[in-house]
């Protein structure tokens, strides 16, 4: 029996933080057995937020690309990939959208959050719209069985599956419904308590070094219960407090806990346990970087190989596809 295969992507928007590693990486890293895994750095859905500042998209590909190999993500096992290097996907887009209502795109919640969001720009374009279009094209162009991705991204693969039926009730059964394997949600905060956000400018990132990593924990939001060090606090109530839960140990999450409500430890002896258990937890991120980062020739190659990788499976179901919709001509 061959493994089932999922398909998940990323876009390039730089260096990964905690938050994108206890989230997503960590999790696609445990799937690369049980699945055959398909990654794809999606450069074209930056494209349609960040079109007018397509810059750092190049560097950016580096940086997530360097993060997901010292993560663990292993060429050897699984597909990694970029998106625009697999034309195909642009071609999937097209022929989809004769058939997808725009209506289906407007309804999607993504759509108009992310325009209220991010209304210094303006994403009134039809790229924008298309995004989730753009998305299940990746997926369904694999045939992938499964998505690994967070809640926020159900309602996409959700959409996936309607065009899919769409598709398959028009053309014949060429596409499997794309399932979504969701990705339990760890809350990871940033520095300053909210939602670790590279936006927000509190994030801890993959590549900080340990020394970096201390500096930015030790300042951290804690309980504001806890103005004194006599004052007890409420670890459900502390940022610090969700880290341990993501990196230390039952023992040392009881520790803190016990410490904090009998104001037993102090805060800095809570971080500076928390620190410890972080760093443990990278220490294979910590040796495995720099080695990537050293050289980019290596890592573009790993992309290339990928890409052509995928390209030929992307290939065999635009055939089919073709033939499906019957446009299908002789070609030399
Ligand atoms: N939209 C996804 C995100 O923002 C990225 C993405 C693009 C993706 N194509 C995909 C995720 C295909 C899963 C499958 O996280
Ligand atoms: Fe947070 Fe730990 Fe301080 Fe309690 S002791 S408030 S859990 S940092």
């Given amino acids: 029996m061959p493994r089932p295969r999922i398909l998940s992507g990323m876009r390039p928007t730089g260096a990964l933080h905690l938050g994108n590693l206890m989230g997503a990486l960590d999790n696609w890293v445990r799937l690369q057995d049980p699945y055959d895994c398909f ?8 494209l349609t937020t960040d079109y007018a500042d397509p810059g750092p998209i190049r560097e950016n590909i580096l940086e997530v690309a360097c993060d997901w190999l010292a993560a663990g993500l292993d060429p050897s096992r699984s597909t990694l990939f970029i998106q625009s290097l697999v034309p195909e996907h642009a071609e999937l887009h097209l022929l989809l959208s004769m058939i997808v209502p725009v209506p289906w795109l407007e309804r999607v919640p993504t759509y ?26 990746d997926i369904v162009i694999y ?7 967070g809640e926020d991204q159900a309602p996409h693969v959700e959409l996936s599956r309607e065009i899919v039926r769409r598709f398959n009730n028009f053309f014949g059964p060429v596409f499997p419904e794309p399932q979504t394997l969701l990705t339990e949600a760890k809350r990871i905060p940033g520095t300053d308590g909210r939602k670790m956000s590279k936006s927000y400018g509190n994030a801890v990132y993959m590549k900080d070094d340990p020394e970096t990593m201390r500096q930015k924990i030790k300042p951290m939001v804690t309980d504001p219960a806890r103005m004194r060090r006599t004052d007890p606090g409420n670890p459900d109530k502390c940022p610090v407090f969700d880290l341990h839960r993501a990196f230390s140990s039952p023992e040392t999450q009881g520790w803190a806990a016990e410490g904090c409500r009998t104001a037993g430890i102090g805060c800095l002896d809570c971080k500076g346990r928390l620190i410890e258990h972080m760093l443990a937890r990278l220490q294979d991120v910590h040796a495995r970087r720099p080695q990537f980062a050293a050289r980019p020739d290596t890592v573009w190659d790993i992309l290339l190989e990928g890409s052509k990788k995928a390209r ?3 290939q065999v179901t ?9 446009i299908s001509y002789p070609r030399k």
């Fill in 39 to 46: 990654f794809a750095i999606v450069d074209w859905h930056s």
């Fill in 112 to 137: 108009k959050e992310q325009q209220q969001q991010l209304s210094e720009k303006d994403l009134s374009t039809y790229g924008f719209l298309g995004y989730p279009l753009l998305q299940t094209a």
């Fill in 143 to 149: 045939k992938a069985d499964a998505v690994p991705v």
């Fill in 312 to 314: 030929t499976v992307a």
């Fill in 318 to 326: 635009m055939d089919e596809v073709r033939a499906a919709m019957k």
